[in-house]
C-alpha cells in the first residue's frame, strides 16, 4: 500500500495486489489474477472510494499522463473530486 496523494480534502492510495497461494489439493496449477485498485478518500464527506478493474487502469493511466505534463494541485483537487461524487461508502477509522 502507498499513499500517492495527500492534501486537505483527499488521500489517494494505491493499494498493491499481493500473490495468494494456490490450493495444495490439486495439483494443477490455477492461474490466479492479482488486482491492484486505489482508494480515494473525501475527507470532507467522511465517504471513500475503490477502484479496480478497469476502473484502476483508467486512473493509472491518468497518473501516467500527470507523470509528463506535471499538474497544479488544483487541477488534481479537481480530477479527484470528480471520483469523490461517486464515493458511496462512509469511511469508518479502526
Known amino acids: ?28 496449477e490455477v492461474p490466479t489474477l492479482p ?5 480515494i478518500v473525501d475527507k470532507r464527506s467522511g465517504r471513500e472510494l475503490y477502484l479496480d478493474g478497469a476502473w484502476a487502469e483508467l486512473f493509472q493511466q491518468r497518473l501516467a499522463e500527470w507523470q509528463h505534463t506535471t499538474p497544479t494541485q488544483e487541477e488534481v483537487e479537481d480530477m479527484l473530486s470528480q471520483y469523490a461524487e461517486l464515493a458511496t461508502l462512509p469511511l469508518h477509522v479502526h
Open 1 to 28: 500500500m502507498h499513499t500517492l496523494y495527500d492534501s486537505d480534502d483527499y488521500i489517494v492510495t494505491h493499494m498493491l495486489a499481493t500473490m495468494e497461494p494456490t490450493p495444495a489439493a490439486s495439483n494443477a
Open 35 to 39: 488486482r491492484h485498485g486505489f482508494e
